[in-house]
């Protein structure tokens, strides 16, 4: 399905397989056509020179598996980008850090420091290289982030149709997101439910910076303390909502910054935890629990403690039996 822009000359005729079942026929012909403005590839369809299965069919036609989409030439003077077709020597492999795999989906258990995607002078995020280690997976998305600095499992679609199941089952709240996450302070409550709306926006050095702002939208999130030592408490965070840096933020506003967190936390107590060796933000997505999006199987996918966080633990806890 590659595509070299000035050197076709000839129909393309296309077998629909599961990396574009019920795609949009639009967003299937811009993914392929590069560099081809939105209208032209409007105007190829309404004008008959995009068929399906040999007829006409509206831009918003879902495709289905089988259909025959025929393309026809299109001549586009863009720069033809080469993306990197082998892996490094050396380096990190994320192949190792996955949880589970079937044919659908992967349950990654991402490494802190790495971000999710390429982009803003990162050459290479985890849905990159994942698709450089498995090259034979045709079809590879994320389902939905993690912050750069946060680990924990992560799901990736192999397949278009689990991809749209796991969005629809996250719009419908049907998703169980839990983190564990250290706070600065003793937290009060066992159980505590902070619904605070959270606005976002944009710095003059594109940075994403999330506030409390009753325009903002609403957010949810299920606290629940695990432990509580002299100066931090170990939380479990259930997010019923999925907004940009929500537990970070919620825990900020309320006075419980995440410790190690560069954005929002407390910036002379992050320099003395580096001190302890608590290097990074001690946030960890640890558990996600959801329909399978094929065959409707109870998934319940679990990543551990990674072990700088597990070691800083055992510091306060040594230092507390002290």
């Known amino acids: ?16 397989d599961d990396s574009a079942d019920s795609q949009r026929l639009d967003n299937f012909l811009m993914a392929r056509l590069k560099g081809v403005p939105k209208s032209r590839i ?6 008959g020179e995009v068929r399906i299965n040999g007829g006409r069919v509206d831009v918003g036609y879902r495709l289905k598996l089988g259909d025959e989409v025929r393309i026809p030439p299109v001549r586009v003077a863009v720069p033809v980008i080469t993306p990197a077709t082998h892996l490094p020597q050396g380096g ?6 996955i949880l589970y795999r079937d044919d659908a989906l992967i349950a990654l258990n991402k490494p802190a420091g790495m971000a ?16 450089l280690e498995l090259p034979e997976c045709r079809y590879m998305e994320l389902v939905h982030r993690l912050d750069r600095e946060t680990s924990g499992v992560l799901l990736i679609a192999l397949k278009r149709r689990a991809l749209v199941g796991l969005h629809a089952a996250m719009r419908d709240g049907k998703i169980e997101k839990r983190y564990l ?14 619904k605070l709306p959270l606005h976002k926006r944009v710095t003059d050095e594109g940075e994403k910076r999330v506030t409390v702002r009753d ?15 002299d100066a931090f408490t170990l939380l479990e965070a259930e997010l019923k909502t999925g907004r940009t840096h ?32 608590l290097k990074r933000m001690f946030l960890h997505a640890a558990k996600l629990v959801f ?3 094929i065959s409707g199987e109870r998934m319940q996918i679990e990543a551990p403690l990674p072990n700088d966080l597990a070691k800083f633990l055992d510091t306060l806890n040594h230092a507390q039996a002290v």
């Open 92 to 97: 990190l492999r994320l192949v190792p850090h």
């Open 291 to 293: 329909e399978h999006p």
């Open 246 to 277: 929500q537990i970070r933020v919620h825990t900020s506003h309320l006075g419980f910054p995440i410790a190690g967190d560069d954005k929002y936390g407390d910036f002379e107590l992050n320099k003395q935890l580096i001190k302890q060796g």
């Open 116 to 131: 999710v995607h390429g982009g803003s002078g990162i050459s290479r995020g985890v849905i990159e290289q994942m698709r």
């Open 1 to 16: 399905m590659k595509m070299k822009d000035l050197e076709k000359d000839s129909v393309r005729r296309l077998k629909i």
């Open 42 to 47: 409007y105007k190829l369809v309404r004008g």
């Open 181 to 194: 996450t250290l706070v600065a302070g003793r937290w009060p409550n066992p159980v505590q439910h902070v």
């Open 215 to 229: 325009e903002g939208q609403a957010a949810h999130t299920i606290f629940r303390r695990l432990q509580q030592f």
